[in-house]
């Protein structure tokens, strides 16, 4: 039987997870790189991988749909004979503020639902007999969106809440045997923001990103790798924590401070 840890990481082409699955490799880890549609990114990411001393499967599949889910275990499974931990970071959303709800429909909300919550949730219950076995653990990429009500759109806002309160009921769902946590990052410094709003936006959501949070500074995608890996592989007494990765943002605005008495 493989002695080495095996995971599968969702999304993870690009961004935060060709970053959680290269910090893996790094670890010890045996990766599962999974895509929807950009094959040779995700091959880019399993050389990574493999320079890193990991074993590695590239698998394309869309999470939406339960039987791609349902192969994607099996192929870990069947590589590897075990699985220690899956990392949900497949998402997707549409940039349509406020001010813009009428490029919002069912079809909308349903596709964003459809990865972000049911995707994920497949992925869960696919995996879950195998994490079982070897007291693995589950990170999901949530987003402050989810826990202060901001983001791209109202359907991706929805997405993410209700990806918290899954974490949470999965967290008790799942004990003793397995760990469910989530982290919510704010801004990203990945092409995700860029392609959204466009470079000028980004530039100028960024600026003003850094001068209202407390630290000051966004998310690289690595940041974020480093608190996956961490609640994945280390964080032996961490279960249904909802970890924000914003830069203090949930804060609010600093304090008006009194002036002491002349």
């Known amino acids: 039987m493989n002695q080495r840890k095996v995971a599968i990481v969702t999304g993870s082409a690009t961004g935060v997870g060709a970053a959680t699955a290269l910090g893996l490799a790094r670890r010890g880890y045996d990766v599962l790189i999974n895509y929807s549609k950009s094959e040779q990114e995700a091959r880019d990411a399993e050389a990574a991988c493999r ?26 499974v069947t590589r590897w004979k075990r699985l220690d931990g899956l990392v949900n970071n497949a998402g997707i959303s549409t940039f349509a503020g406020s001010a813009n709800w009428d490029a919002l429909d069912a079809r909308v909300f349903q596709n964003i639902m459809g990865v972000n919550v049911v995707g994920a949730f497949q992925m869960v219950r696919a995996c ?8 693995g653990a589950i990170v999901n990429v949530s987003s402050i969106a989810g826990a202060l009500g901001i983001g791209s759109s109202v359907p991706y806002v929805a997405s993410k809440g209700a990806v918290n309160a899954m974490t949470l009921h999965l967290a008790r769902a799942l004990a003793p045997d397995v760990r469910v946590n989530a982290v919510c ?26 001068r209202s949070t407390p630290l000051q500074r966004a998310c690289t995608a690595e940041d974020v790798a480093e608190a996956v890996i961490w609640l994945l592989d280390a964080a032996r007494t961490v279960t249904g924590e909802l970890v924000l990765l914003d830069s203090g943002m949930h ?7 009194v002036p002491a008495p002349v």
Do not use: N, S
């Open 51 to 76: 320079e890193a001393g990991a074993d590695t499967l590239v698998v394309q599949g869309d999470i939406a749909d339960d039987a791609a889910c349902r192969a994607m275990v099996q192929a870990a």
């Open 128 to 135: 879950a007999v195998h994490l079982k076995a070897h007291q």
């Open 185 to 210: 990052p704010g801004l990203i410094t990945t092409r995700w923001f860029k392609e959204g709003v466009g470079q000028q936006g980004y530039e100028a959501l960024k600026a003003a990103y850094e």
């Open 251 to 257: 804060l609010g605005a600093q304090p008006t401070i």
